[in-house]
Every structure is written in structure tokens, then in C-alpha cells.
Antibody, heavy 123, light 110 residues
Framework: QEKLVESGGGVVQPGGSLRLSCAAS????????IHWVRQAPGRGLEWVAF????????DLADSVKGRFTISRDNVKDTVSLQMDSLRVEDTGTYYC????????????????WGQGTLVSVSS | QSALTQPASQSASPGQSLTLSCTGT?????????VSWFQQHPGEAPRLLIY???TRASGVSDRFSGSKSGNTASLTISELHIKDEADYYC??????????FGTGTAVSVL
């Protein structure tokens, strides 16, 4: 059974840093792209970041560019999201999501979701 | 990156059909083969229903169907069940290599 488990969330002050991790199991991790999607409390979904299966291509939403970094370890079957210079508006639940397939570098099928980890940025 | 536009809420009675809309632009829905729909119950992670505009995800009931016309995508839920009461989000690939979600529609089954 495919599974994604996020960890690393918590409470941090504005300007601080957090590192989220996503541990994958139940599928061949090295052949699938992974996304991060977040959801502010009571709000909608927002795409945050993407790492191609071999991590040679990554991308970030404009709202987090220059502050967040996505990386993956294909030996440990994990994806990380390093979040620096955190802002109040970064508060929310962060989901790790597996893409079912890619067409070239477009990986549009957000098939398997973790349960999320909560990030709270507050002074 | 502006979100796709969805009605805030819609409702219908059990057994009826409901069509949810998702309006974007020529940079996303209008030019993309990759429109998806997700269902989210309170306190749960989203669940993929439809991908590539009209393909049902594994295990999804055939009561759910997707389509697109111009810059607007639609999700139709037929024979509404009480358990279909949830939030529904659309999503599209955009021509700047990003992914944009809709604002979400809260569906009530009265």
C-alpha cells in the first residue's frame, strides 16, 4: 500500500526556519515525482514545490521562491522541504503528494497524499 | 499566481445531479490537458477524483465525471449521496510550469 508520512511541523516565529520531511513506502520511490501542497487553516489548497523523480528538476511557487528549497534522497526514500525566512502567511498544513505519472517534466496527477504536517508561524 | 475560480458553495438533494464549475484562463485550463478534481472531507487529506480532465482515478465511482470547454472545467456528480458532502477543488497545470488550484466549492447534500 502506497504511503507518505510527513513530519517536522511545529510552531516557529516569523523569520525562523523549519525542515519538513516526507517518508515514502509501498512504491518504487525513485520513479515518481513528488509535490508539496499546503492549506492555510479554513482555506484552499496551494501548490508549493515539486521535485522530479531524479531531483534534476525542481520548481517552487513564486510565493516561496528564494525562501524554500525542495530536495530528495532516493536512497532513504524521502523528500524534504527546507523553509527559511518564514512568514505568518506560511501557516498551514503541508501535504506531501506523489504524482501518478509525468509527461516530460510535467507531473500533473496528484494521486497519493500524506496526512499532512502542521506549520504555525506566529510571534 | 491567481487561483482558479469556483463557486463558494452548491447544494442539491440526494439522488440529484450536481455540476461544479472551475474557471481559469487561456494560460491554464484553456491550454492544458491536465485538469484534476479533488474531494476533501473535514479533517482529511484531499483525494484525487479526476485527472487529465476526464479520467477517473483508481477506485472512484463512475458517478463522478469531468469535462472542459474553453477556459472552464466541470465536475458532474450524479445520483448524489450523503457521503458526497465535502469540499471540491479543481487544479490545472499552467504554462509557466506551475500548478494552480481552484478556490474550492463546499457541496451540501440536503
Amino acid at each position: 500500500q502506497e504511503k507518505l508520512v510527513e513530519s517536522g511541523g511545529g510552531v516557529v516565529q516569523p523569520g525562523g526556519s523549519l525542515r519538513l520531511s516526507c517518508a515514502a513506502s509501498g512504491f518504487t520511490f525513485t520513479t515518481f515525482a513528488i509535490h508539496w501542497v499546503r492549506q492555510a487553516p479554513g482555506r484552499g489548497l496551494e501548490w508549493v514545490a515539486f521535485a522530479f523523480y531524479d531531483a534534476k528538476k525542481t520548481d517552487l511557487a513564486d510565493s516561496v521562491k528564494g525562501r524554500f528549497t525542495i530536495s530528495r534522497d532516493n536512497v532513504k526514500d524521502t523528500v524534504s522541504l527546507q523553509m527559511d525566512s518564514l512568514r505568518v502567511e506560511d501557516t498551514g498544513t503541508y501535504y506531501c503528494v506523489k504524482s501518478r505519472f509525468c509527461s516530460g517534466s510535467i507531473c500533473p496527477t496528484f494521486e497519493t497524499w500524506g496526512q499532512g504536517t502542521l506549520v504555525s508561524v506566529s510571534s | 499566481q491567481s487561483a482558479l475560480t469556483q463557486p463558494a458553495s452548491q447544494s442539491a438533494s440526494p439522488g440529484q445531479s450536481l455540476t461544479l464549475s472551475c474557471t481559469g484562463t487561456s494560460r491554464d485550463i484553456g491550454s492544458s490537458r491536465y485538469v484534476s478534481w479533488f474531494q476533501q472531507h473535514p479533517g482529511e487529506a484531499p483525494r484525487l477524483l479526476i485527472y487529465s480532465t476526464n479520467t477517473r482515478a483508481s477506485g472512484v465511482s463512475d458517478r463522478f465525471s469531468g469535462s472542459k470547454s474553453g477556459n472552464t472545467a466541470s465536475l458532474t456528480i450524479s445520483e448524489l449521496h450523503i457521503k458526497d458532502e465535502a469540499d471540491y477543488y479543481c487544479m490545472s497545470y499552467r504554462d509557466d510550469a506551475t500548478y494552480v488550484f481552484g478556490t474550492g466549492t463546499a457541496v451540501s447534500v440536503l
